[in-house]
């Protein structure tokens, strides 16, 4: 097994403060990727990647990026949904790189929901 390199602690230390900041109501945002077997066969991890590299690039801190297995609508993968602090969760289907790179200026950065990629606005929970 190899060694833990103080490098390596460092980075374990940002990702708990990242998520606990959310957590506690300090984060902006969370995007949640679904990865169900049919959403990694429809490209979910091209979607996954991309918003890695987006949220590297900008080197942005508040923003979680979390996965889930499938939502139900195997046809409309790939799918992730937005949630912004204080708003009700938005689910965007059928994504290629170019719409969550889109997505991810627009709403999560910019607050303004993508209406041409959304299928819901709100949770599907029931009770």
Same mark, same amino acid.
């Given at each position: 097994?190899?060694?833990?390199?103080?490098?390596?602690?460092?980075?374990?230390?940002?990702?708990?403060?990242?998520? %606990? *900041? +959310?957590? @506690?109501?300090?984060? /902006?945002?969370?995007?949640?990727?679904?990865?169900? #077997?049919? &959403?990694? $066969?429809?490209?979910?991890?091209?979607?996954?990647? %991309? *918003? +890695?590299? @987006?949220?590297?690039? /900008?080197?942005?801190?508040?923003?979680?990026?979390? #996965?889930? &297995?499938? $939502?139900?609508?195997?046809?409309?993968?790939?799918?992730?949904?937005?949630?912004?602090?204080?708003?009700?969760?938005?689910?965007?289907?059928?994504?290629?790189?170019?719409?969550?790179?889109?997505?991810?200026?627009?709403?999560?950065?910019?607050?303004?929901?993508?209406?041409?990629?959304?299928?819901?606005?709100?949770?599907?929970?029931?009770?």
């Amino acid at each position: 097994m190899p060694k833990i390199k103080v490098e390596d602690l460092d980075k374990i230390s940002e990702e708990v403060r990242r998520i %606990t *900041l +959310l957590r @506690e109501g300090a984060g /902006r945002a969370k995007i949640t990727v679904h990865m169900g #077997t049919c &959403g990694i $066969a429809a490209g979910a991890r091209e979607i996954m990647n %991309t *918003l +890695l590299v @987006e949220i590297e690039q /900008r080197n942005i801190k508040d923003i979680i990026l979390a #996965t889930s &297995g499938c $939502a139900g609508l195997c046809s409309k993968e790939p799918m992730a949904t937005v949630e912004l602090k204080g708003e009700a969760p938005v689910k965007y289907i059928e994504l290629t790189p170019e719409k969550i790179r889109y997505i991810f200026s627009e709403h999560v950065l910019g607050g303004k929901i993508v209406g041409e990629y959304a299928l819901a606005i709100g949770s599907e929970r029931v009770g």
